[in-house]
């Protein structure tokens, strides 16, 4: 059997048609984990995984015969991260505590891949709780280097064709950074519109679950089924116009992430774009100072049933982000929440004034870093997160290590289906000019 695609969309369409059988799909992912998975460690451990697979297939075929009548997603398996509860899987969050206490009913957005068709091929690891404590995946690029957090392993899984979707969730950058590490598409949407129910939280007043995938097609597949009061947008006839935000934020990238994305920005011009800079954040470290105050806040409210009685379990770095949001007062945590509209409406105002259609940075500071101590620094995706805008990371080139960088588009509020749309021809026009 020829190699099966590891693009969504192409994929889906196969296994919908039955032009490639699900059983002879899950021994080619079979052989794939196999090969590589003892080296990166992506996925949460499952005794008889793919026997448990196969036995799903075979109850997808039976109640779907009909290749005409499938749903989009028929047979896809897609990888969740184990912050996510899944009935019939413990839910482990990354963390040494029972999962008896972590236990709830399975996520919304689990289910609604499910009634799409979906697979689920298993947990991804996380980091624990969804912060900076990583666990043990690698980086498919360079074993010694980290994917990226918290989706570490969703991430990982991805890059190395072990499953073609799979969820995240970001609370400061935990799609966007590690899709830029692993060289995958990351789509975060506006907040809330994909359900947040049935996920462990870290900072609820700045959770998001989002998805990632090989492609802008298929993260844009899978957003038509997970994004709430999707409406399919006709991308205009014109090429969006892009905002660079000037100032301390871009400042924020090393010197090869900004040389590459300077780069990816010149290959985005020649295709057509106007790329227009603006002055933007120059308040930047007092909004990464609120949107840290929220995670530590909310998380320490979070942890308030187990962190007293399962302390010695945690890990020392939520531990301090614990510790540090039991110190936030209510006034201060009111004060750093109202920052997040603030920024939001100066964002939207920068844009429209300036005839901007989506703002462009860089999706990480620079390449994966050495190591697996560190997940990364999230910086580069802060402020979109904290105004709960919708982004989606695209893989834009290679570091001087060889290792991949990420360009990351932001859109207005909820103009998710716009952004989607739009990102399609953005990377048709990266991957064109990268040599």
Avoid at 156 to 167: E, Q, R, S
Avoid at 267 to 272: C, N
Avoid at 296 to 309: D, I, K, L
């Amino acid at each position: 059997m020829a190699a099966p695609p590891l693009e969504l969309a192409p994929l889906a369409r196969a296994l919908r048609r039955g032009e490639l059988g699900l059983s002879d799909y899950l021994d080619a992912l079979e052989s794939a984990v196999e090969s590589r998975e003892p080296e990166l460690r992506a996925l949460v451990p499952e005794p008889g995984r793919f026997e448990r697979l196969r036995r799903e297939a075979e109850r997808l075929v039976v109640r779907c015969p009909d290749p005409a009548a499938r749903p989009p997603l028929f047979g896809v398996p897609v990888g969740v991260k184990d912050i996510f509860h899944v009935e019939g899987f413990p839910t482990g969050a990354g963390s040494r505590l029972p999962p008896a206490e972590l236990a709830g009913p399975e996520a919304d957005c689990v289910a609604t891949l499910r009634s799409e068709g979906a697979l689920v091929f298993g947990k991804t690891v996380s980091t624990e709780f969804a912060y900076f404590a990583p666990g043990q995946t690698r980086n498919p690029h360079d074993p010694a280097r980290t994917p990226g957090g918290s989706s570490s392993g969703s991430a990982a899984a991805v890059a190395a064709g072990f499953c073609p979707l799979a969820l995240g969730t970001q609370t400061i950058g935990s799609i966007s950074r590690p899709a830029s590490y692993c060289g995958i598409v990351g789509f975060k949407p506006s907040y809330e519109r994909i359900s947040r129910a049935g996920v462990i939280p870290l900072a609820p007043s700045v959770d998001h679950v989002g998805l990632f995938a090989h492609d802008a097609e298929g993260a844009m597949a899978a957003a038509r089924c997970l994004v709430r009061d999707w409406h399919e947008a006709e991308s205009p006839a014109e090429p969006p116009v892009l905002g660079v935000p000037e100032g301390p934020y871009l400042e924020r990238a090393s010197a090869s992430g900004r040389e590459g994305f300077e780069a990816a920005c010149e290959r985005l011009r020649r295709a057509g774009y106007r790329v227009e800079r603006v002055e933007a954040m120059s308040d930047f470290d007092r909004i990464a100072e609120h949107h840290e105050r929220i995670v530590a806040a909310e998380a320490a409210r979070v942890h308030s049933g187990w962190y007293p009685r399962f302390a010695d379990l945690y890990h020392p770095k939520t531990a301090a982000l614990i510790e540090r949001g039991r110190a936030v007062t209510e006034v201060e945590l009111a004060r750093a929440l109202a920052g997040r509209e603030r920024l939001r409406g100066e964002l939207e105002a920068g844009r429209a004034e300036r005839g901007v259609d989506l703002w462009v940075s860089p999706a990480a500071p620079g390449e994966a870093p050495e190591g697996l101590e560190s997940t990364g620094d999230p910086v580069m995706n802060l402020p979109w997160t904290h105004a709960g805008l919708p982004t989606l990371a695209l893989p834009a080139g290679r570091g001087p290590a060889g290792l991949p960088l990420g360009i990351q588009l932001a859109a207005g509020w909820r103009r998710d289906e716009l952004l989607c749309a739009w990102s399609i021809g953005i990377e048709r026009a990266l991957a064109g000019g990268a040599g």
